[in-house]
């Protein structure tokens, strides 16, 4: 009943007591990383964690306008916070996947690191970038609506008016460019951090299946990508629905006050990602490593 009784104004509040207890239990559930599963397993969980964190304060970037963008209501993309943030990591996640494949083995691990992440990087801004021209070209050609927002006077970057553009009865509408490279931006960050996820646990698992399985590093090469990715997926969504609740709604990008709430998503990020991440390590238990 506590939930139903609360303020409306408590979706924007920060709770320091809240965040303090969720850093307390990513602490704790490193430390049992520590204690079962040290070396390349606990290394995997910092990665997923970083991964996370960076999955949940991306999606603060992309602008979503939801269902009153479709009607030219809002700024924005037509769709969800988490099926657009999922989007833009899975094709950065596709990116990252296909460098690490063809990287040779001999190359150094951190170079190796810094280049799948890259990768990944590139492939979800330019996902979003891709995504966030057309609908652009949707609204102004298609809808007949110029790019407006109902946040700011002027866009941030190229100080444009926005008032004389905006529609009475509405909060702004199209992309501003604003939005549109706060879209990019948070791709960008969304496709690292699920490469992030993504490799670390393929190392893990090409390190640890082959000695739990008794079989070839060649024979296990299958079932490691394929686990690695379906724990990626699935921090994806966690951490966009997460940020979803945070967002609660509709988000213009970095310059909607909305955006000022990220530093609760990335506690909640970095609590889920943990507890998700210590899952994923645990399941190659007893690590030979």
């Known amino acids: 009943m506590s939930a139903v009784a609360a303020k409306p104004a408590a979706g924007s509040a920060m709770n320091p007591g809240a965040m303090a207890v969720g850093i307390i239990l990513t602490l704790i559930l490193v430390g049992i990383c520590y204690v079962m599963s040290p070396g390349v397993g606990l290394m995997a969980l910092i990665g997923v964690i970083i991964g996370g964190i960076l999955i949940g304060f991306g999606t603060h970037f992309v602008p979503v306008g939801g269902a009153p963008a479709a009607m030219g209501q809002a700024p924005g993309i037509a769709t969800g916070v988490a099926m657009l943030a999922t989007g833009a990591g899975v094709a950065g996640l596709f990116g990252g996947a296909w460098a690490a494949e063809t990287l040779p083995a001999t190359m150094d691990p951190m170079m190796q690191l810094i280049i799948v992440v890259c990768a990944g990087a590139v492939g979800g801004g330019l996902m979003m970038a891709i995504t966030c021209m057309m609908v652009n070209f949707l609204y102004v050609f298609g809808m007949g609506i110029p ?62 299946l082959p000695g739990l399985m008794n079989v070839t590093a060649a024979q296990v090469m299958p079932i490691a990508v394929s686990a690695a ?30 955006f000022k709430r990220w530093p609760r998503s990335i506690v909640a990020s970095a609590v889920a990602s943990a507890l998700c991440g210590l899952v994923a390590v645990l399941i190659v238990m007893p690590l030979p490593i």
């Open 229 to 258: 990715g379906m724990f990626a997926v699935g921090l994806f969504l966690v951490n966009a629905v997460l940020t979803a609740y945070n967002i609660t709604g509709t988000i213009e990008g970095p310059h909607d006050p909305k």
């Open 147 to 208: 790019p407006a927002s109902g946040k700011v006077a002027n866009d941030p970057i190229t100080g444009d008016s926005q008032a004389e553009y905006k529609s009475q009865g509405t909060e702004g509408h199209g992309l501003p460019f604003v939005s549109f490279v706060g879209g990019v931006i948070g791709g960008t960050l969304g496709g690292a951090g699920g490469t992030l996820i993504y490799f670390e646990l393929l190392v893990l698992y090409e390190n640890a």
